[in-house]
């Protein structure tokens, strides 16, 4: 293997990529006509707006046109399957929105979705509510009709109640987010086995086959040899650049300092960080696994490279 080894430069985890998003969507119907529909849409994108500028919701709030139909809802059901950016839904029904025509979406629906339970006014305006403010503010009705759909199809979802502006509504979702993060990362991750894990330890013993059938993410093994031939590459002007940075970063033993006697075991944990991370970044792997049974060509064991590889967001399963 030849690999171009750029020490020290090396491409954040898609994990915190700037540009995933959560899609808003509203149910409604055409039963209650187009003025109504059109309060309906600016209220959502208000909400929506006002989600994707808190700082607690850690990905982008895109609005989508309110949902009206079964064709509707069926079409862009699919899109977010489809969409790499998108990596759930935020689903809240700001009138009454008969929950046969969410059918045929919702069972084709492969993303995480949450149904959000809220008014658009915080209070209820006793003095001059009237039919038409009934009409548009059917929450209470819709978000049942839309929750025993939901529980009739037997789907997994998160359920928030309360009003969107308030704070522990926000931290729910932001919650939410955060777990839809994951399942994001985890549908999208290349995990390498360095070696087989610890023999007649059972509980490392995974099924890389089922791993991939039931969370997405690619298993696969590469023999401890394959890591051993990259770190073989590193040169002494990086090893040497990345001793200078541990110098600086930690209060290291006058012993493994330069010139100390353990110095040289130092460089030698730095060139297996340094191969690591190039086997990792060639590979587009953000996560791996060793065993300390299987070391065939490395000197020690990648402790303080584990350490800063996870630091900086990469997965790590030690005995396999």
């Given at each position: 293997r030849n690999l171009r080894i750029k020490p020290l430069t090396f491409p954040s985890m898609s994990t915190f990529a700037n540009d995933l998003e959560i899609w808003?969507?509203?149910?409604?119907?055409?039963?209650?006509?187009?003025?109504?529909?059109?309060?309906?849409?600016?209220?959502?994108?208000?909400?929506?707006?006002?989600?994707?500028?808190?700082?607690?919701?850690?990905?982008?709030?895109?609005?989508?046109?309110?949902?009206?139909?079964?064709?509707?809802?069926?079409?862009?059901?699919?899109?977010?399957?489809?969409?790499?950016?998108?990596?759930?839904?935020?689903?809240?029904?700001?009138?009454?929105?008969?929950?046969?025509?969410?059918?045929a979406g919702l069972r084709t629906l492969s993303k995480p979705i949450c149904h959000l339970h809220t008014q658009y006014n915080r209070d209820i305006p006793?003095?001059?509510?009237?039919?038409?403010?009934?009409?548009?503010?059917?929450?209470?009705?819709?978000?049942?009709?839309?929750?025993?759909?939901?529980?009739r199809l037997r789907m997994e979802r998160k359920v928030v109640v309360g009003h969107w502006q308030?704070?522990?509504?926000?931290?729910?979702?932001?919650?939410?987010?955060?777990?839809?993060?994951?399942?994001?990362?985890?549908?999208?991750?290349?995990?390498?086995?360095?070696?087989?894990?610890?023999?007649?330890?059972?509980?490392?013993?995974?099924?890389k086959v089922e791993a991939q059938i039931r969370f997405g993410m690619e298993v696969n093994t590469h023999g401890i040899g394959d890591l051993a031939a990259v770190i073989a590459q590193i040169g002494d002007a990086e090893t040497d650049a990345l001793c200078a940075?541990?110098?600086?970063?930690?209060?290291?033993?006058?012993s493994l300092q330069k010139g100390g006697q353990q110095h040289e075991s130092l460089r030698t944990a730095a060139r297996i960080e340094l191969g690591l991370r190039a086997f990792l970044t060639e590979g587009g792997f953000h996560a791996y696994t060793d065993t300390f049974e299987d070391l065939y060509g490395l000197d020690q064991l990648p402790g303080i490279a584990s350490q800063r590889l996870m630091a900086d967001g990469y997965g790590f399963g030690a005995e396999g």
């Open positions: 808003f969507i509203t149910g409604s119907q055409h039963l209650y006509g187009d003025e109504t529909l059109r309060q309906v849409a600016a209220h959502s994108q208000e909400i929506a707006a006002a989600l994707d500028a808190s700082p607690a919701i850690r990905a982008k709030v895109v609005f989508k046109p309110v949902l009206t139909g079964s064709d509707g809802i069926l079409k862009l059901c699919l899109e977010a399957n489809s969409s790499p950016k998108c990596i759930g839904l935020i689903a809240w029904m700001h009138t009454f929105s008969p929950a046969k025509m969410w059918i006793w003095a001059t509510m009237d039919m038409d403010f009934m009409n548009l503010n059917q929450s209470a009705h819709g978000d049942r009709e839309f929750g025993f759909m939901m529980s308030a704070p522990q509504t926000i931290a729910s979702l932001s919650a939410w987010t955060s777990a839809a993060k994951g399942w994001h990362e985890m549908r999208n991750l290349k995990l390498v086995r360095f070696g087989d894990n610890m023999r007649q330890v059972s509980v490392t013993c995974g099924d940075e541990y110098a600086e970063s930690y209060t290291m033993m006058p």
